[in-house]
Nanobody
Framework: QVQLVESGGGLVQAGGSLRLSCVAS????????MGWFRQAPGKERELVAG????????YYADSVKGRSTISRDNAKNTVYLQMNSLKPEDTAVYYC???????????????WGQGTQVTVSS
């Protein structure tokens, strides 16, 4: 069992930056791939960034590529999502997820956080 707690969301103007954090409980964090998903009102949840268990592989959705960086600190059981040049269309609830397969390909998430709201004003 893994419990995930996100933080770092908020209201920011377009062009601004935010860093989301997700702290995991348990001693097996380093065996999980981690992903950041988002869900905007009326839209399906989408994977925006993922990182493999050891951090060697990453994935970015085209919508955030070049503007966002996912990273992890296995010693702190924490995964981060640095988002820059934010746009109004980035507005969504952002969820952290842990995937037991440990790889980015096919990352879907076995465990989920409660989500953190990101709102980007124009």
């Amino acid at each position: 069992q893994v419990q995930l707690v996100e933080s770092g969301g908020g209201l920011v103007q377009a062009g601004g930056s935010l860093r989301l954090s997700c702290v995991a409980s348990g001693r097996t964090f380093s065996s999980y791939a981690m992903g950041w998903f988002r869900q905007a009102p009326g839209k399906e949840r989408e994977l925006v960034a993922g990182i493999s268990a050891r951090g060697g592989s990453t994935y970015y959705a085209d919508s955030v590529k070049g503007r966002s960086t996912i990273s992890r600190d296995n010693a702190k059981n924490t995964v981060y999502l640095q988002m820059n040049s934010l746009k109004p269309e980035d507005t969504a609830v952002y969820y952290c997820a842990a995937d037991a397969l440990g790889v980015v390909v096919g990352l879907r998430g076995n465990y989920w956080g409660q989500g953190t709201q990101v709102t980007v004003s124009s």
